[in-house]
Nanobody, 124 residues
Framework: QVQLVESGGGLVQPGGSLRLSCAASGRIFRNYAMGWFRQAPGKEREFVAGIRWSGGSTVYAESVKGRFTISRDNAKNTVYLEMNSLKPEDTAVYYC?????????????????WGQGTQVTVSS
């Protein structure tokens, strides 16, 4: 069993930055992939970024590439999402997820564990 807790969400103006954290506990295996998803009201949950616990392989959605950076600190069992140049369309609940996968996967159904989410609102 894996437990994930997100933090760092809040209200930010367009062009601003936020850093989300995902603290993981339980049986986190080195071959797990970690991902960030987001879901806006009335829209489907979409993949944002992913990373492997082992190695530094990363994957980004085209909509956030160049603006967001995913990273991890294995010693702290924590995954981060650095969000820069935020846009109103980035407004959503952001979820941390873990997948028992050899490579980073981008489909929601491939992830096995989920956090409760943290709200990010980008508005003037």
């Amino acid at each position: 069993q894996v437990q994930l807790v997100e933090s760092g969400g809040g209200l930010v103006q367009p062009g601003g930055s936020l850093r989300l954290s995902c603290a993981a506990s339980g049986r986190i295996f080195r071959n797990y992939a970690m991902g960030w998803f987001r879901q806006a009201p009335g829209k489907e949950r979409e993949f944002v970024a992913g990373i492997r616990w082992s190695g530094g392989s990363t994957v980004y959605a085209e909509s956030v590439k160049g603006r967001f950076t995913i990273s991890r600190d294995n010693a702290k069992n924590t995954v981060y999402l650095e969000m820069n140049s935020l846009k109103p369309e980035d407004t959503a609940v952001y979820y941390c997820a873990a997948a028992r996968a050899i490579v980073v996967v981008t489909t929601q159904r491939e992830y096995d564990y989920w956090g409760q989410g943290t709200q990010v609102t980008v508005s003037s």
